[in-house]
């Protein structure tokens, strides 16, 4: 390589950890001469991909931001009035500075390891108080992917409280105002549809209900902005014995009976106008709340107050967030990962402001809102809506011209037909802009613009009495104490000191590829150019995301083999969701609607279940060996006996087990003979990239999940994103192809985050990705090999070497000891590291993914801990250390209770703190002892305490 060639390739060596010499280093422990070595002992030959990816090589940081910009530079930001679930807002610089853009933040993992995660949690916790206050109902959850699945979501679980046997559905119908967004009706036609629910469309005022109706949707305002009263609806639809969803708006609900005051079920809305920039679609946070009946079947995750093991207040993930895991194909809902970073933001923004703060955001608005309509009625255009907040709509003759001169003066509004206009408006609003609208709009009439005036004092009579709000909300003290920068910027820090993110140490989870999110692939994302596109902006305006979003969908189809490629799913198990139902369109397009069969093995992810239940499917488990492969003769007994209502399979690959099944081919082929096709979930494709593809194998349908193989960081939860590739027969079914389909609320799903796989593709190319792939699996089989003296490694491939990750058995240690995985989980604490995947897809096992990020140094010190945990356990096992009293049944350790007065314990301060010498270089301190789930699930609490706890403390 030439001076030039490296420095383009600089990113590569930035990215992959080991160098040479401890390549050399790990090799020779693995026992291979070579990395191909390794590589041809590991992936079957036949699987192989023959030649290259056509891929450009990579390019350097400083030339990729240096395009990128260019090609931002290519969106317009117009002012935006289209409003219709999505607003500009202003992203507190504090929030922006401190936890958008920090790593402290941005790479935390779903917070399953509550003890070293009590800040983002408690985070949450404000999150679902906030949620819950504001709309007035008792339990919301932490976050859903967007509106439109919000009220997907609310629908089915109404559905399925009142039909608890789907095969007799006895209320199927699900009434939809016309009046709600068009991306959300479209989002519930195509979830209602595979389960049996009939929709139907119609005016809340005039609409018949009967018993067959087993809920209902409206908006709060609704589309086309009015503030419409909707109890005697609400009466209407109880009185038939549904429930009524209301879609809402959190800062609507400063100022307006909240949804829980005028009856209604359930709230769901975006939290996105708090603080979130609109980036052309997202990620933002949807909310959830309902009544507490509903509290064990709300989908997502709930995080939920508790106690740890000394009696303290602590927080964690509440029972139902493993729904998919533990229910399975008998889950309600698919949802995994949500929207946790854009949550917190959220939250964030609510704490910031306060309850004073948000209510004057409001009021101004829907000052300006007022000002406006009375300007452009003075002007001669008929306001249709009488009640609003922020949203006018007029009726006009003048559409063409109308939009000729607004977008002369870069500004854009929402036409929901030829006739009607929309306005809404939003925090960034001034008092100059609403000058520049009015004189749009008279220009457009060829009248002069009279002077407008701005009354501060005037009386707002936009909202009837009888639909303000008169209830407090968000009066908890950590909404009323972090008003100035500096508390602001301490909070922020103090929540994210407890929490352990790559930014201590490597998070080693197996099947979430917890990489290197690199600072150049993330910067653009804050970059005006793309965070304040409005996803229905015209296309004349994203010119730069179209070019980003082509190309990017055209890398995805050459990585995974395939022919096309959909953007749109917001996380891995939406794209489950959106390529089983491609699967089920293509059958339906060949009047094979009888095919009603999905097959999914044993060791497959919880999701895969849940989604295709969601799709109308049936599932049939098939098994797997003793190896931990797929059954072949079971998966052929299988597919032939559904032979002839066969729609296909479901096979995670590299598989759950941590190894590149020899049988893939054959067991594609058998599903194929039978009439099915192949659903591949992408979730291990970090071993696959240039080496291997889905569609070489033999799928005809792959997911991808960009927040693990490309980089997206993981967000504390989310955000994430699950594209979906497919073959040539497939790509007329993807999500929104012929009207039908639509799985998220905007075109893209979250846009702006399909930056920074962008960046990962173009900065590794072709030959970065490849070596990405080679060291993710050079790193897992050095630790494997390292530990395989100490503990018994589940399974391998044929040549003994594992994929990227592999399990770790530690069932033995249980009769031997009493020690069990949670034990040894919670003592990797103590040594300053976050645990792998804890009993999934085996109960008692962990499953280590390095990556290809972490270097041999990190490698060894993560095996280094591990080998010592053995050897306290082999302490316990051997009398040395007491069964009860030990360092890992009391793991882990916290600050108070190392230093406290007292010590009653058989071991040493020093070793259940200090455990390796390493550990006292940079201590990380969990924030609580172990937690108590039980205890939480038992006395569940969603919400920050109430005000008067904190009176009586
Ligand atoms: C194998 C597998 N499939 C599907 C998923 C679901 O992806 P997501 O969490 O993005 O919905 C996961 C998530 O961890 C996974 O590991």
Sequence with gaps: MNLFEKQSSEFVSRHIGPDQTETNEMLATIGVASLDELIDKTIPSGIRLQKKLDIAEPISEFEYLTELKKIANKNKVFKSYIGQGYYDTITPSVILRNLF?????????????????????????????M???????????????????????????????????HDHITAGKFFVDKKIFEQTKEILATRAKPVGIELVFGDYKTTELDEKCFGAIVQYPNSEGSVEDYRNFIEKVHSVNAQVVMATDLLALTLLTPPGELGADVAVGSSQRFGVPMGFGGPHAAFFSTKDEFKRNIPGRIIGVSIDAQNNRALRMALQTREQHIRREKATSNICTAQALLANMAAMYAVYHGPEGLKEIAERITLLTQTLAEHLQESGYELVNKNYFDTITFKVNNREKLTEISQAHEMNFHFSSDNLVTISLDETTTKNDVLNIVSVFDSARDIDTSAVTFDNEADLNNIPDTLLRTSDFLQNPVFKKYHSETEMMRYLKTLENKDLSLTQSMIALGSCTMKLNAATELIPVSWTHFSRIHPFAPSTQTEGYDFIIEDLEKLLSIITG?????LQPNSGAQGEFAGLMAIRRYHESKNDTHRNVILIPISAHGTNPASAVMAGFKVVVTKCDEQGNIDIEDLKLQAEKNKDSLAGLMVTYPSTHGVFEEGIKEICDIVHNNGGLVYMDGANM??????????????????LNLHKTFAIPHGGGGPGMGPICVNEKLAPFLPGKNNEGTV????YGSASILLISYAYIKMLGESGMKKATEYAILNANYMKARLKKYFKILFTGKAGTCAHEFIVDLRPFKN????????????????GFHAPTLSFPVAGTIMIEPTESENKQELDKFCDALISIYEEIKSVENGEADKKDNVLKNSPHTLSVVTADEWNHAYPRSKAAFPLDYVRENKFWPAVSRVNNTYGDRNLICTCEPVESYIEA
Excluded at 562 to 566: D, E, Y
Aim: glycine share 6%.
């Design 816 to 831: 031997s000891a009493g020690i069990e995985a949670e034990d040894v989980a919670k003592r990797l604490m103590d040594y």
């Design 686 to 703: 970090n071993a696959q990239v240039g080496l291997t593809a889905p569609g070489f194998i033999g799928a005809d349908v792959c997911h």
């Design 131 to 165: 949620v819950s206050d504001l709309t007035a109902l008792p339990i919301a959850n932490a976050s859903l992917l967007d509106e439109g699945t919000a009220a997907a979501e609310a629908m089915a679980m109404l559905f399925n409280h009142k039909n608890k046997d």
């Design 744 to 747: 998220s609320a905007a075109q």
């Design 562 to 566: 395939f022919a096309a490629c959909s």
């Design 101 to 129: 853009e920090n790593p402290g933040w941005y790479t935390q993992y779903t917070p399953y390891q509550a003890e070293i995660a009590q800040g983002r949690l408690e985070s949450l916790l404000n999150f679902q108080t």
